[in-house]
């Protein structure tokens, strides 16, 4: 059984910083791509970051470019989210997800954690 738990979700400031953890067990992260989407209230979900197995690529939506930055600890088979620069329109609940190709795509993720809340107040 793979399960993904998100933490690091919080209230922060305009301008601040937090990093978002995605734990597993069940699976091997090193072996798979894994990728970060976010749910604003009333509004669909939409795709944040990926990266690699490898950890050589990664991508990021045009919203979070410059300010966001994914890896992986593959000792700790956990991905991380460093998120800088933040704006209340970051506020959202961010998932994370795994599956076997990094790509802006939910369909493509086939095991998704919980969810972790992130509110950035102006």
């Known amino acids: 059984q793979v399960q993904l738990v998100e933490s690091g979700g919080g209230l922060v400031q305009a301008g601040g910083s937090l990093r978002l953890s995605c734990a597993a067990s069940?699976?091997?992260?090193?072996?798979?791509?894994m990728g970060w989407f976010r749910q604003a209230p009333e509004k669909e979900r939409d795709f944040v970051a990926a990266?690699?197995?490898?950890?050589?690529?990664?991508y990021y939506a045009d919203s979070v470019k410059g300010r966001f930055t994914i890896f992986r600890d593959y000792v700790k088979n956990t991905v991380y989210l460093e998120m800088k620069s933040l704006k209340p329109e970051d506020t959202a609940v961010y998932y994370c997800?795994?599956?076997?190709?990094?790509?802006?795509?939910?369909?493509?993720?086939?095991?998704w954690g919980q969810g972790t809340q992130v509110t950035v107040s102006s």
């Open positions: 997800a795994t599956g076997n190709i990094a790509v802006p795509r939910e369909s493509e993720y086939d095991y």
């Open positions: 069940g699976r091997t992260l090193s072996s798979y791509a």
């Open positions: 990266i690699s197995w490898s950890g050589r690529n990664t």
